[in-house]
């Protein structure tokens, strides 16, 4: 299905350019976009694939990862196709640009409104939908929609994000958005423009206006790619912005690569290298930092920042142990733990459920 969108203008030499991130890609009628799914038709601009899925599954809020977010809950996931960026380690390349065009779009397998992904999640008693797997951004009207069909029925929404977009198409989708995992995928404008396809700064602004101008709960994830962005030099610079610009209580959480599409001639990240990245981290005054995707206990929990009882006890994606009050204070020291908490933690666990909207 396509839609009419906004975010767009026509320019002196008859392209149209679009205005939803800094990309600004310029189109002739019948041309796309880098991301496939915005194109032009005749004087407008286009969303194609408008209520598909390429992917629908209920996970874990840690898998995001959200760990201050209604731990333990459920989250209805939704992807669809398309990026902005050009990763070159993307990990979900097989939706965002193993193909273009059409063939991309052939992906999309799943007729799923906003309403019928609202009413799903409710049948099933899932307190939350994100919107994930593939870059948000990109389907911006899509995404907004399904957060307001899920708001009407008191189902909170989030969303994975690298963060690559203009400031007025930012403004919209955050007044929608309840929580936000935004990809800080390095600290070096070489690295954004050389593995990423894109720039730095544009990323800084939407984490610092996400921080200052909304409501939304944020916490921030960084890739460790072995030679690339886990010098000691880049992560005091990446740790110290943060708590700069973010403050010590917005979660951190740094994750171990795997080999994987364009970039498969690096080895996998260590457990060493997260542990150490952590350290620089908390050195520099950041309360919760995380270790994902290694066998790394301690990287798991979450600590009282002011008596260090252990709040959270993971084991993977399964919450072991919970030592916060129903409004999230330590119950030994009683120090407040920034995040969204309400009452007991979710029991989901560490199940993934692919769903079908048909069904």
């Not at 032009?40 to 992917?55: E, F, I, K, P």
């Not at 912005?241 to 171990?256: M, T």
Request: aromatic share 8%; net charge negative; proline share 4%.
């Amino acid at each position: 299905m396509e839609r009419q969108v906004g975010y767009w203008h026509l320019l002196t030499n008859g392209r149209i350019q679009c205005d939803l991130c800094p990309r600004h890609c310029q189109m002739n009628d019948g041309q796309d976009g880098l991301c496939v799914v915005r194109g032009r038709q005749g004087d407008t601009l286009v969303l194609r694939g408008y209520g598909q899925a390429s992917s629908l599954c209920i996970d874990p809020i840690e898998k995001k990862p959200l760990y201050h977010f209604m731990p333990g809950e459920a989250i209805l996931s939704l992807g669809t196709v398309g990026c902005n960026l050009t990763c070159k380690f993307c990990q979900n390349w097989s939706i965002t640009k193993s193909e273009r065009g059409s063939s991309l779009l052939d992906r999309l397998g799943e007729t799923a409104m906003p309403e019928q992904i609202a009413a799903a999640a409710a049948s099933v008693h899932c307190p939350m939908v994100a919107v994930t797997y593939n870059e948000p951004v990109v389907f911006l009207e899509y995404a907004v929609d399904v957060a307001q069909a899920c708001h009407q029925r008191g189902i909170r929404t989030v969303a994975v994000t690298a963060g690559y977009i203009d400031a007025a198409p930012r403004e919209e989708l955050f007044r929608h958005i309840d929580a936000v995992n935004i990809d800080l995928k390095a600290f070096d404008e070489r690295f954004y423009r050389s593995l990423v396809g894109g720039h730095l700064q544009p990323v800084l602004e939407t984490l610092v206006y996400v921080h200052q101008e909304t409501d939304t709960w944020l916490e921030v994830t960084t890739l460790l790619i072995p030679g690339e962005n886990d010098s000691d030099h880049e992560l005091h610079a990446l740790t110290g912005w943060v708590f700069e610009h973010l403050g010590p209580d917005v979660p951190l959480h740094f994750s171990a690569f795997h080999p994987d599409w364009q970039l498969r001639d690096r080895p996998h990240t260590t457990a060493a290298t997260l542990l150490r990245a952590r350290k620089v981290a908390q050195a520099n005054g950041l309360h919760h930092v995380y270790c994902g995707n290694v066998q790394e206990e301690s990287g798991s929990h979450t600590w009282c920042h002011h008596c260090g009882t252990r709040l959270i006890a993971r084991i993977g994606w399964q919450i072991a142990d919970w030592n916060l009050t129903s409004e999230g204070h330590c119950r030994h020291c009683g120090s407040r733990c920034n995040g969204v908490f309400a009452g007991p933690h979710g029991r989901w666990g560490a199940r993934r459920l692919p769903i079908r909207i048909r069904a």
